[in-house]
């Protein structure tokens, strides 16, 4: 599987943005995925999870109520809707694929190439 994300850029704080991650390779529907992030000077954290069957989508505590993973398994594409940007938001957001749920980078055993947003205050 190939990850390939978008939609990055840059943002007032209170803005919106939405990243999508487009798949290539079979079973793309059979993963599941999830977005993680690395602001400058920190660990790559976890964002939002999806399973394949687009139920039971799981947040970190920082985004939960602002954004909404979704996945479209015919268009081989998963999204990141984020609402309500703050400046503490900014980071390389990073799409990837597993077999199974986690929130711990080891869990999935494909990444994007990272997308960059800058959120302005």
């Known amino acids: 599987v190939q990850l390939q994300a978008s939609g990055g850029g840059l943002v007032q704080a209170g803005g919106s943005l939405r990243l999508s991650c487009a798949a290539s390779?079979?079973?793309?529907?059979?993963?599941?995925m999830g977005w993680f992030r690395q602001a400058p000077g920190k660990e790559r954290e976890f964002v939002a999870s999806i399973p394949w069957s687009g139920g039971s989508t799981y947040y970190a505590d920082s985004v939960k109520g602002r954004f909404t993973i979704s996945r479209d398994n015919a268009k081989n594409t998963v999204y990141l809707q984020m609402n309500s940007l703050k400046s503490e938001d900014t980071a390389v957001y990073y799409c990837?694929?597993?077999?199974?749920?986690?929130?711990?980078?080891?869990?999935?055993?494909?990444w994007g190439q990272g997308t960059q947003v800058t959120v302005s205050s």
């Open positions: 390779g079979r079973a793309f529907s059979r993963y599941y």
């Open positions: 990837a694929a597993g077999a199974r749920f986690g929130v711990l980078e080891g869990t999935y055993d494909y």
